[in-house]
């Protein structure tokens, strides 16, 4: 979905990248977040392929919000970037948990390629997350902590599948955190930048779960 670029430094940003998360974060995608019950939540399979690539895209350290934090100089964003960094690292535990109770990955056809994209995927957050672009960074972290309240909802509902208590998220809040991206678009440039990290990190996040989605509909009996 096409959300305008706030054209000045008393636009809200956050409001922009609050907007971008609902038209085109895990949210809205029709595969993960489908009415319930739903093909992904139904099958214990696809429950294991999700956790399976969202571990490749965001069980490693460093992470997204960990290569950001060392790119960002703004103090206004010291105290977010802290909480932010220590919550994703219970998630990044809780996701590994799940991944390895659920299973091996199911057989799917194209395997290889499968796990060649998401490489692929995890690479080009990297990039995103180290880009020196002043604001860059740090918009792709705010779209992933906002993101992964829909994301979690997966990664809870195949852990209550398996018999895992899903753990509290600790991640900042919503408010929290569209206000900081409003504090941190100080200038066109750096909201330029916020905006841009964001629709690059949702962009990989509705790119996995098109594949997933398609690994779904091959492993489908005919």
Same mark, same amino acid.
């Given at each position: 979905?096409? $959300? ?13 990248? /609050? !907007?971008?998360? #609902?038209? %085109? ?30 571990? $490749? ?8 919000? &960990?290569?950001? *934090?060392?790119?960002?100089? &703004? ?14 690292? #219970? ?20 395997? &290889?390629?499968?796990? *060649? ?11 995103? /997350?180290?880009? %020196? ?7 792709? *972290? ?7 309240? #829909? ?21 900042? =809040?919503?408010? =929290?955190?569209?206000?900081? !991206?409003?504090?941190?678009?100080? %200038?066109?440039? $750096? ?32």
């Amino acid at each position: 979905m096409n $959300i305008a670029v706030p054209r000045s430094s008393e636009d809200d940003v956050g409001e922009v990248i /609050a !907007a971008l998360v #609902a038209a %085109d974060g895990t949210g809205a995608h029709l595969y993960a977040a489908a009415p319930q019950p739903s093909p992904l939540t139904i099958s214990l399979p696809n429950l294991a392929d999700a956790a399976h690539y969202l571990c $490749i895209l965001h069980g490693r350290h460093p992470g997204v919000i &960990d290569h950001a *934090a060392t790119r960002t100089a &703004d103090n206004a964003a010291r105290p977010w970037l802290l909480q932010a960094a220590n919550a994703f690292s #219970a998630e990044r535990s809780f996701l590994t948990q799940v991944t390895v109770a659920a299973g091996p990955v199911p057989s799917t056809t194209g395997q &290889d390629q499968c796990d *060649a994209s998401v490489l692929q995927q995890r690479h080009a957050l990297d990039m995103l /997350a180290q880009s %020196d672009r002043r604001g860059c960074a740090m918009g792709a *972290a705010i779209a992933l902590v906002l993101d992964w309240r #829909a994301v979690r909802k997966v990664l809870e509902s195949a852990a209550l599948r398996i018999g895992i208590e899903p753990p509290p998220s600790l991640l900042p =809040t919503a408010s =929290t955190t569209l206000a900081l !991206a409003k504090a941190l678009g100080v %200038d066109a440039n $750096i909201t330029r930048a916020l905006v841009f990290g964001s629709r690059q990190l949702l962009g990989q996040h509705r790119g996995l779960w098109d594949l997933l989605q398609a690994r779904a509909s091959v492993r489908q009996p005919s």
